[in-house]
C-alpha cells in the first residue's frame, strides 16, 4: 500500500522561511520522480518543482531562486526549503510520486502553508 505524507507547513510572516518533507512508502522511492505542487484558495493546482530520479531537478518561475528541492533516497523523503515567503506562496502544498509516466500516480493529503504580510 502506498503512503505519501506531508509535514512542516506553517504561518510565518513576508520573507520567513519553512522546510516541508515529504515521506513516502509502497513503491521504490529511487526510481520515481518526486514533485511538489500548490493550491490556492478558488486556484487550480499548480507545479512547484520536480527532482527526477536522475537528480536533475525542474523549478516554476515564481519559486526559482527561492526554492530548493532535494530527496533522501535512503530515508524516502523528499524536501523543500521555502526562502523568502511573500504571501502569494501562501497554499496546500502537496507532493507527488510519478512512478511510471506520463504523470503522478500518488498524492499526499497536503500540508498547508500561509504567509501573512
Known amino acids: 500500500q502506498v503512503h505519501v505524507v506531508e509535514s512542516g507547513g506553517g504561518s510565518v510572516q513576508t520573507g520567513g522561511s519553512l522546510r516541508l518533507s515529504c515521506t513516502a512508502s509502497g513503491f521504490t522511492f529511487s526510481d520515481a520522480s518526486m514533485g511538489w505542487f500548490r493550491q490556492a484558495p478558488g486556484q487550480e493546482r499548480a507545479w512547484v518543482t520536480t527532482v527526477f530520479p536522475s537528480g536533475k531537478l525542474q523549478y516554476s518561475e515564481p519559486v526559482k531562486g527561492r526554492f530548493t528541492v532535494s530527496r533522501d533516497n535512503a530515508k524516502a523523503t523528499l524536501y523543500l526549503q521555502m526562502n523568502n515567503l511573500n504571501p502569494d506562496d501562501g497554499a496546500m502544498y502537496y507532493c507527488?510520486?510519478?512512478?511510471?509516466?506520463?504523470?503522478?500516480?500518488?498524492w499526499g493529503q497536503g500540508t498547508q502553508v500561509t504567509v501573512s504580510s
Open positions: 507527488a510520486a510519478g512512478v511510471r509516466r506520463p504523470g503522478w500516480q500518488y
